[in-house]
């Protein structure tokens, strides 16, 4: 069974330029994540979906970055314009359902953004 | 707040046995899980505690008390690959709770 799929793998850009990342969550999964990871961290969450509803967007700097999850399976994560603090690697990840039902949380590689 | 305690890095030996803490404060809880993340992968599931005590699962082994807000990783018969970081995060009200993750270097 394919894992969680993420693209591009590495994306390196100047500042003010607009990005992109897509995520193909595993086959079944209602529950898509996308997280931050800076080097020595802890994921931390950008967004949750169940299905295509958007449920926990609190830590998404929405003057900048925008996600959608259309027919509730893959789903995008843009940043526009992107600033130097950007620079880290964003990870896309799936689960059965809510976190609080004790699902396990399947992660993509991850897309390393570098803003220049 | 919401908080959780890792050390930043451990250091054993190939064949050895090593214990990585993990000490939270949450306003809930619903469950622990542990991750495994080697440098420019994802992180990987390793084990979910959501009741007291000791749960094994080969050479790894995952404890769990909820009254001290306390778990930890028990890896044994230590390889050269369990070179990694170990992320501790706690499920507290529906939202995962990371900490920053403990690098484990192993030596020959």
């Known amino acids: 069974e394919a894992g969680v799929v993420q693209s591009p793998r590495y994306k390196i850009i100047e500042k003010k330029q607009p990005v992109a990342f897509w995520c193909n969550p595993i086959?079944?999964?209602?529950?898509l994540y996308w997280y931050l990871q800076n080097l020595g961290q802890g994921p931390e969450l950008l967004i949750r979906?169940?299905?295509?509803?958007?449920?926990?967007d609190s830590q998404l700097p929405k003057d900048r970055f925008s996600a959608e999850r259309l027919k509730g399976v893959d789903s995008t994560l843009k940043i526009q314009p992107a600033e130097l603090g950007d620079s880290a690697v964003y990870l896309c990840a799936s689960s059965l359902g809510p976190p609080g039902s004790g699902n396990t949380i399947y992660f993509g590689e991850g897309s390393w953004l570098t803003v220049v | 707040g919401q908080n959780i305690d890792q050390p930043t890095e451990m250091t054993a030996t190939e064949g050895a046995i090593v214990q990585i803490n993990c000490t939270y404060q949450?306003?809930?809880?619903?469950?622990l899980f542990w991750y495994q993340q080697h440098a420019g992968e994802a992180p990987t599931f390793l084990s979910y505690n959501v009741l007291d005590g000791l749960e094994e699962k080969g050479r790894f082994s995952s404890f769990l008390s909820r009254s001290k807000g306390y778990s930890y990783l028990l890896l044994k018969e230590l390889q050269m690959k369990d070179s990694a970081s170990y992320l501790c995060a706690v499920n507290s009200n529906y939202q995962l709770i990371w900490g920053a993750g403990t690098k484990l270097i192993i030596k020959p």
């Open positions: 086959s079944g999964h209602n529950t």
């Open positions: 949450t306003s809930g809880f619903n469950g």
């Open positions: 979906y169940e299905n295509e509803e958007a449920v926990d």
